[in-house]
């Protein structure tokens, strides 16, 4: 069992940055793929970045590539997503996911953090 806990969103102009925070709770953490999803209003959660377990491999969705950076700390438990050159059609709930499997689904899921990119 895996608990999520994001923080790190809020309001920010475009061009701006943020870095969300996912803190878990749970033994086997360090075994599982990471990742963030977002869901904008009125559309479908979709993937944004992911992490292995050994944090040697990552993988993003083609319109955050160069801006987001995902990463993760073992020892703490934690796995960050850096934004960066935000734009408004980023805005969305950030969730964080552990168990991600490709870039559909995931084992758990964190409560969600409000993103909000203002033009």
């Known amino acids: 069992q895996v608990q999520l806990v994001e923080s790190g969103g809020g309001l920010v102009q475009a061009g701006g940055s943020l870095r969300l925070s996912c803190a878990a709770s749970?033994?086997?953490?360090?075994?599982?793929?990471m990742g963030w999803f977002r869901q904008a209003p009125g559309k479908e959660r979709e993937f944004v970045a992911a992490?292995?377990?050994?944090?040697?491999?990552?993988y993003s969705k083609d319109s955050v590539k160069g801006r987001f950076t995902i990463s993760r700390d073992n020892a703490k438990n934690a796995v960050y997503l850096q934004m960066n050159s935000l734009k408004p059609e980023d805005t969305a709930v950030y969730y964080c996911a552990a168990g991600v499997r490709g870039t559909r689904t995931a084992d758990y899921w964190g409560q969600g953090t409000q993103v909000t990119v203002s033009s």
């Open positions: 749970g033994r086997t953490f360090s075994t599982y793929t």
């Open positions: 992490i292995t377990w050994s944090g040697g491999t990552t």
